[in-house]
């Protein structure tokens, strides 16, 4: 069973701070890596891809890979209250046209 | 911007029945997939769809379930009988492709309801 981990949360932070999004993933073959948000009743939202070890940055949000530590992680620059919400982390498997999803990590943003 | 469509938006049925559940990919893609997630729980993965077969799925994807695209434009995904346990929110997504693993978009979901 492949899994992808996430702490549930929920995690808090002020508004104009760094949050901390961490994913880990059970399948070393994996090549692709995906944020999503998720509101509460709505359908997930891509926030990022990312492929390779290092950093992606795209606006206030930057995705960390770590293949060897089978880790991946989202940074949320000047976090917003909007960004309130279940942040996804979803894992493809290897060779196969499958995804994995992770539980969730809650975060709140505090005015 | 395109987006994938789903309907309905909530659907309620009786345990047994069959239900319908319809996607409109976004027009340029070729990678279809429903996904479940049951209240307070994660998405799971049900099934990948590619040229007019099923490319993967699932061990919840059983003879209950089907796929089909029925015409240029709609997917649907289709419960047979349903059970009280199949009650949980299904999208449906989309992607233009899936070598480097492009993302999926996903639909608003359709939520079913099973009394």
Sequence with gaps: ?111 | EPEVTQTPSHQVTQMGQEVILRCVPISNHLYFYWYRQILGQKVEFLVSFYNNEISEKSEIFDDQFSVERPDGSNFTLKIRSTKLEDSAMYFCASSPVTSGGAPQYFGPGTRLTVL
């Design chain 1, 1 to 111: 069973q492949k899994e992808v981990e996430q702490n549930s949360g929920p995690l808090s932070v002020p508004e104009g701070a760094i949050a901390s999004l961490n994913c880990t993933y059970s399948d070393r073959g994996s090549q692709s890596f995906f944020w999503y948000r998720q509101y509460s009743g709505k359908s997930p939202e891509l926030i990022m891809s990312i492929y390779s070890n290092g950093d992606k940055e795209d606006g206030r949000f930057t995705a960390q890979l770590n293949k060897a530590s089978q880790y991946v992680s989202l940074l949320i620059r000047d976090s917003q209250p909007s960004d309130s919400a279940t942040y996804l982390c979803a894992v493809k498997g290897g060779n196969f046209n499958k995804f994995y999803f992770g539980s969730g990590t809650k975060l709140n943003v505090k005015p």
